[in-house]
């Protein structure tokens, strides 16, 4: 009699850690996937705009009418060179990187692991792509999106 | 012991195990929430940079406007912050910030802008330099007209704003 009592008492104790247990699990599934949610980043979407409007040394036929990002982007989709004979792409290219190193402070040693920036356009095919840092140091990532005319759309991830 | 007393102790210990086991459940769900809450106050400094950086960037004296052809988002117009940094005394308390710097990222130079080696400098500290307080920080295009050749364009460029202001 007293051992069945015991086994009873042990019973509904396993069944208060199986409850609880399903709670965890349930919990943290919804944590997980919110996770995996784009979160919007106001300092990614302020660079990109920034981006955007930075004048290149890159002029098509106009003298000193030099090109921003965001047209010498249309140019290297058009696949047309700068007055000075370079190639829109390989400028859009060496300019974004050399923004890119000069903004942001990235590695271990840093608040910012990692990030990854590219542009691309209808086609869902890559004007630029590039990756600072390690991604698999990070814990969490927010970034932005930008986009315009003929379906371009820039984007920044920054991992945290 | 008496029967009674043992069921008492029984019980005593059920509850023990009990409160330990639910304690524990709740210091695990403390430490999820503790790192989450690290991640929105980093969100909303972030937010808060961008506040402050949209409240400055849209008042007339730092405003590119439409002097650049286009309405640039969040623009300052670099050769009217210049001017600005000469009567800054009269806007000690303007904006409620006790320094707003302008770092350029485009460039060699690691001096401080004054009207001899503009635009060739780095950062434009309009208030005082050593500055004690909360620093936020976000990106901006900076403009100013430049020529070659005599022939002026328009020179926007990647930009940091760091503006420093106490709580109080």
Redesign the interface.
């Known amino acids: 009699m007293k051992t069945k009592k015991a086994q009873h008492e042990m019973v509904g104790f396993a069944l208060i850690i199986i409850v609880v247990a399903i709670l965890i699990i349930v919990v943290l599934s919804l944590t997980h996937n919110k996770k995996t949610d784009f979160e919007e980043s106001p300092l990614a979407s302020s660079f990109l705009q920034s981006l955007l409007y930075q004048t290149t040394n890159c002029s098509i036929n106009y003298g000193s009418n030099f090109l921003s990002i965001r047209e010498l982007t249309k140019a290297c989709l058009a696949d047309e060179d700068c007055e000075d004979g370079n190639s829109a792409c390989a400028l859009l290219n060496s300019t974004i990187d050399k923004i890119l190193n000069e903004s942001f402070q990235v590695g271990e040693k840093y608040p910012l692991k990692s990030l990854e920036f590219k542009i691309t356009h209808s086609q869902n095919q890559f004007l630029y792509s590039s990756n600072l840092g390690n991604q698999t140091n990070s814990s969490s990532s927010r970034g932005s999106m930008q986009e315009f005319e003929n379906g371009i759309k820039f984007y920044l991830d920054l991992y945290y | 012991m008496k029967k009674a007393q043992m069921k008492i102790q029984?019980m005593a210990f059920?509850l023990i195990?009990?409160t330990i086991?639910?304690v524990l459940?709740g210091m695990?769900?403390l430490t999820?929430k503790m790192?989450?809450l690290k991640?929105d106050a980093?969100?909303l400094k972030?937010?808060e940079?961008?506040l402050l950086?949209d409240k400055l960037a849209s008042s007339p004296e730092f405003s590119c406007g439409t002097s650049f052809d286009e309405q640039?988002?969040?623009?300052i117009d670099f050769d009217k912050v210049m001017v600005l940094k000469s009567k800054i005394s009269n806007y000690s308390k303007f904006w409620g910030v006790s320094n707003i710097e302008i770092i350029r990222?485009?460039t060699k130079s690691t001096e401080s802008c004054t009207p001899q080696n503009y635009p060739d400098c780095k950062i434009l500290s309009l208030m005082n330099e050593n500055a004690e307080g909360i620093s936020v920080s976000?990106?901006?295009?900076l403009?100013r007209r430049s020529?070659?050749?005599q022939?002026?364009?328009?020179?926007?460029?990647?930009?940091?704003i760091l503006i420093t202001y106490n709580e109080n």
């Open positions: 029984q059920m195990a009990v086991f639910f459940v695990f769900f999820i790192a989450t991640k980093a969100f972030e937010q940079a961008k950086l640039i988002p969040n623009c990222q485009d976000n990106f901006i295009s403009c020529s070659i050749m022939d002026p364009y328009n020179y926007c460029e990647v930009a940091k």
